[in-house]
């Protein structure tokens, strides 16, 4: 059996989508998995995913800025020869969206294979109406669900098996770390604004974790971002240090090698949870009960429809570092 996962984005969604490979391949030990992925993405899962046969990128993003170029119109000609190269068994839209549905309706079908997505919308979770013509086997889901065990049930219902609660792993997820460095990664960058925490707060909590005797990093991916994390190391002092920019999979191995990450809500955050390290995820939106973390207590969500002060974010580090290094429960991969 031949399966196509459709998650074009953002990288939270799909790392939130790698406990769903893993599901779908202990229930079918013998089919293949390709993906079709936004091209700023592909990276992380072309070096960190090796299970994969076919990574597909499409740039999406990129084509709208000039749709009707002679180059735009080549790659997307491309982006489909390279698409309908294989057939699918199962094509499975994790995207629910119309600009995902129609990515799934270019993919082959081999004889008697079939599409999916959500039959209907759940509370704060991306759907379009539409799409559920646009499959042939559209699935039910609960009014009310996290985002990851959606993506699980999604692959469960229409492959047969019976929908895991529990258990969550990201195994899927192979990265090497860099030489460790004992610092704690503090990522602040995010593209909502609204997610935004002030520098002001990152600043004390990154005084508190070196007086606690852990030396700081931080990523920056943007102008505006290296000149945030500048500021912020210069309020912290010596024992923090801006990160240099680096792609997605670089990124991953540098934040493998730290010791524990706080982080907004943000791709980078959802990569904390799934290499397993001490995280605390700061939400200041609610939407913590879709997107946080889950099935472990060393990584935990704090604030919800408004930012969280720093204390109550030093308070969840306290607690997810010393459960983490509680010798009776230290975690093991995930």
Sequence with gaps: MRILIVKLSSLGDVIQTLPTL???RQALPRATFDWVVEEAFAPILKAHVPGLARIIPLAQRRWRKTPFSAAVRAEKARFVQTLQAEAYD????F???IK???IARQARLAPGGWRATYGN???DCGYEWPVRFMVQRPQPMPPRIHSLQRYRRLAALALGYPPREDGIGYQELQVIPVAPDGSVMLVHGTTRVENEWPLAHWAEVGRRLVAQGLPVSVPQASASEEA???QLCQAIGPQARVLPRMG???LAAQMAGCVGVIGVDSGL???AVALNLPHVQIFSQDRVWRAGPLGSSHQVAVGGARAPDVDSVWQAWQAVWSDFHQPSARPTSA
Aim: charged share 10%; net charge negative; aromatic share 4%.
């Design 22 to 24: 893993h599901d779908m």
């Design 90 to 93: 199962v094509v499975l839209d």
């Design 95 to 97: 995207q629910g969206l």
């Design 100 to 102: 995902s549905a129609l």
């Design 121 to 123: 919308g759940s509370e």
């Design 228 to 230: 945030f994390a500048q």
């Design 248 to 250: 997605l999979s670089a």
């Design 269 to 271: 955050s959802h990569l």
